[in-house]
C-alpha cells in the first residue's frame, strides 16, 4: 500500500521486498474511555492489539513491520514501548500529517508490550485445557 497509494511517506525510497519484513495497512480501535489502562494511560486494548501483531510477526518469523500512519498513533507506539522507526520525515496528506516507518518484531519488543500493557501471556495462541473423561 505504500509503495503504490502513498509512495511520498517513503521519500523516494524503495519500499522493501524481503519476506521478513510485512507491511500492516490499517489498525484502529473503538475503546470506552473508561476501559482499563496500562502504562502510560494507554488503553490495555491497545496493548493487547500491538501483542497480537507481534505474536503474529513471530509466528511467521518476521523482523520487522512497515506501517504507514498519523502522528497520534505514532506518540502512541512510543508510548507503549514499540517504537516506529521513521523512513522519512511526517508529510500533509489532506488534513492529516501522516509518516512511514518500520516496527521492530523480537520477543524482547513483545516482552516490553506485555509489561506496560500488564498482559500476562499470549494474546492470540493460548492452551486450552480440556478435562478427559
Not at 497480537?52 to 511467521?60: D, V
Not at 518469523?61 to 514501548?81: C, F, K, N, V
Amino acid at each position: 500500500m505504500l509503495r503504490d497509494t502513498f509512495p511520498m511517506l517513503l521519500e523516494g525510497k524503495t519500499a522493501p521486498e524481503d519476506s521478513r519484513i510485512w507491511e500492516s495497512s490499517r489498525f484502529a480501535l473503538d475503546i470506552a474511555s473508561s476501559a482499563p489502562k496500562g502504562a502510560g494511560g494507554i488503553a490495555r486494548g491497545t496493548y493487547e492489539l500491538f501483542a497480537g501483531m507481534i505474536e503474529f510477526g513471530l509466528s511467521r518469523q518476521l523482523s520487522r513491520i512497515m506501517t504507514g500512519t498519523d502522528l497520534r498513533w505514532e506518540r502512541l507506539l512510543r508510548g507503549a514501548g514499540w517504537p516506529l522507526e521513521r523512513i522519512g520525515e511526517p508529510q500533509t496528506i489532506g488534513v492529516i500529517r501522516a509518516l512511514a516507518g518500520y516496527l521492530e518484531v523480537s520477543k524482547g519488543i513483545l516482552q516490553v508490550v506485555r509489561q506496560n500493557g500488564v498482559i500476562g501471556g499470549p494474546v492470540l495462541w493460548s492452551p486450552v485445557l480440556r478435562r478427559v473423561a
